[in-house]
């Protein structure tokens, strides 16, 4: 009876996730770009990207947007975030256009702040009066019709926000294994359906379109300059004051290399304790649920009888087919639904290794600096 019972909630929270989660699995919130609407004036925009250390990377992400073919306005600050790599020369060298690229050293860190978002700031406070703000990461490279698909959507659909989700890395093992669930599991969170009609609040950190205005109306980034997770509170922030739009795209690509399954854990686990506020509880009942979702299902499928095991089964097959479209926008093999649920212990341990960074008091590192809540500690 217990095994029936697990694999009747496993079965029972996978039709819920599948069919009453927004259809978040679909995949098909997507960046097609509309020519024939595009806006009679093209507003001024100004791209602030905050770097720290970025030497591997930032020449290609300042050289695609210095490649930006659009018609009207545009500025590009890089806020150098005391970095002792070279990053700022490297970002000089690969601006050919001088005039469009300014860069600033920035500021010690101030107290409240996580370092990218208190480089965010000083750009913001540079960029003048834009009517739109382009904040774009420094390992993020762009097509080079990337800020006139941005600004055609936020002007036709009289948007705030306009995100995209870049495309990450996915070429060593590691990537191929993980980084699909990634994007899987933050839809699963902030399903991007959810998002576009208003339900909930979220963006992607690698690319956000913000209208200058409706930012200052809702404080400015001051008034999530705390945030680990600062692409979400960000999102949450701006559809306070006007519609958002959230989704996939081809046309800007992360150029980090996460090589290795360490890499890829650090990753995960920078953030994966702010999601759940810090909470012990919530940490515990998080385990406890991806053990009924993904564990429980594989058991009842190998181990269990009668219609326990056809549950597990069901479960397992429901997650499965619900991965599928994520792994074909990644070119992954279908098999990898299968895979799913040892992709999801592996995130679990990420999640708890998460948890134990944060007790030790180095939680949300990142470049030197941990940055979790030093507020939230028990």
Same mark, same amino acid.
């Given at each position: 009876?217990?095994?029936?019972?697990?694999?009747?909630?496993?079965?029972?929270?996978?039709?819920?996730?599948?069919?009453?989660?927004?259809?978040?699995?679909?995949?098909?919130?997507?960046?097609?770009?509309?020519?024939?609407?595009?806006?009679?004036?093209?507003?001024?925009?100004?791209?602030?990207?905050?770097?720290?250390?970025?030497?591997?990377?930032?020449?290609?992400?300042?050289?695609?947007?210095?490649?930006?073919?659009?018609?009207?306005?545009?500025?590009?600050?890089?806020?150098?975030?005391?970095?002792?790599?070279?990053?700022?020369?490297?970002?000089?060298?690969?601006?050919?256009?001088?005039?469009?690229?300014?860069?600033?050293?920035?500021?010690?860190?101030?107290?409240?702040?996580?370092?990218?978002?208190?480089?965010?700031?000083?750009?913001?406070?540079?960029?003048?009066?834009?009517?739109?703000?382009?904040?774009?990461?420094?390992?993020?490279?762009?097509?080079?019709?990337?800020?006139?698909?941005?600004?055609?959507?936020?002007?036709?659909?009289?948007?705030?926000?306009?995100?995209?989700?870049?495309?990450?890395?996915?070429?060593?093992?590691?990537?191929?294994?993980?980084?699909?669930?990634?994007?899987?599991?933050?839809?699963?969170?902030?399903?991007?359906?959810?998002?576009?009609?208003?339900?909930?609040?979220? !963006?992607?950190? #690698?690319?956000?379109? /913000? @209208?200058?205005?409706? +930012?200052? &109306?809702? =404080?400015?980034? %001051?008034?999530?300059?705390?945030?680990?997770?600062?692409?979400?509170?960000?999102?949450?922030?701006?559809?306070?004051?006007?519609?958002?739009?959230?989704?996939?795209?081809?046309?800007?690509?992360?150029?980090?290399?996460?090589?290795?399954?360490?890499?890829?854990?650090?990753?995960?686990?920078?953030?994966?304790?702010?999601?759940?506020?810090?909470?012990?509880?919530?940490?515990?009942?998080?385990?406890?649920?991806?053990?009924?979702?993904?564990?429980?299902?594989?058991?009842? !499928?190998?181990? #269990?009888?009668?219609? /326990? @095991?056809?549950?597990? +089964?069901? &479960?397992? =097959?429901?997650? %499965?087919?619900?991965?599928?479209?994520?792994?074909?926008?990644?070119?992954?093999?279908?098999?990898?639904?299968?895979?799913?649920?040892?992709?999801?212990?592996?995130?679990?341990?990420?999640?708890?290794?998460?948890?134990?960074?944060?007790?030790?008091?180095?939680?949300?590192?990142?470049?030197?600096?941990?940055?979790?809540?030093?507020?939230?500690?028990?």
């Amino acid at each position: 009876m217990i095994a029936l019972g697990i694999g009747a909630a496993a079965f029972t929270a996978w039709v819920v996730l599948v069919f009453l989660r927004h259809r978040f699995w679909w995949t098909r919130e997507r960046d097609h770009f509309d020519i024939p609407n595009e806006p009679m004036r093209w507003p001024s925009v100004t791209a602030i990207v905050p770097a720290r250390d970025e030497a591997e990377v930032i020449a290609r992400a300042i050289g695609s947007l210095v490649a930006q073919k659009y018609p009207g306005e545009f500025r590009i600050i890089l806020v150098d975030d005391n970095s002792s790599d070279g990053t700022a020369e490297l970002a000089r060298a690969a601006a050919l256009d001088t005039n469009r690229l300014t860069v600033l050293s920035g500021a010690p860190l101030a107290p409240g702040w996580t370092g990218k978002l208190w480089a965010v700031h000083q750009g913001i406070a540079a960029a003048g009066t834009p009517d739109y703000l382009w904040l774009t990461d420094a390992d993020i490279a762009h097509a080079p019709d990337t800020l006139r698909s941005l600004v055609t959507r936020a002007v036709r659909d009289d948007r705030v926000l306009v995100s995209l989700m870049a495309r990450l890395r996915c070429e060593s093992l590691a990537e191929r294994a993980l980084i699909p669930a990634f994007v899987w599991f933050f839809q699963m969170l902030y399903p991007f359906g959810a998002v576009n009609r208003g339900k909930t609040g979220a !963006a992607a950190g #690698g690319c956000m379109l /913000a @209208r200058r205005d409706a +930012l200052q &109306a809702a =404080g400015g980034i %001051a008034a999530v300059r705390d945030a680990l997770i600062d692409d979400c509170a960000f999102g949450a922030l701006m559809a306070k004051q006007g519609r958002v739009w959230l989704g996939l795209t081809n046309r800007s690509v992360s150029i980090r290399r996460y090589e290795t399954w360490g890499s890829v854990g650090a990753m995960i686990s920078r953030s994966a304790y702010a999601q759940l506020g810090y909470s012990p509880l919530l940490l515990l009942g998080t385990l406890l649920g991806l053990a009924l979702l993904y564990l429980a299902p594989v058991l009842l !499928a190998l181990f #269990g009888q009668g219609y /326990a @095991r056809g549950l597990g +089964l069901g &479960a397992w =097959g429901l997650m %499965a087919i619900a991965f599928q479209p994520m792994l074909h926008f990644y070119r992954r093999s279908p098999l990898w639904g299968l895979a799913l649920p040892v992709v999801a212990a592996f995130y679990a341990g990420a999640t708890f290794a998460s948890a134990l960074a944060f007790w030790r008091g180095k939680g949300g590192m990142w470049k030197g600096r941990a940055q979790a809540a030093m507020g939230a500690r028990a």
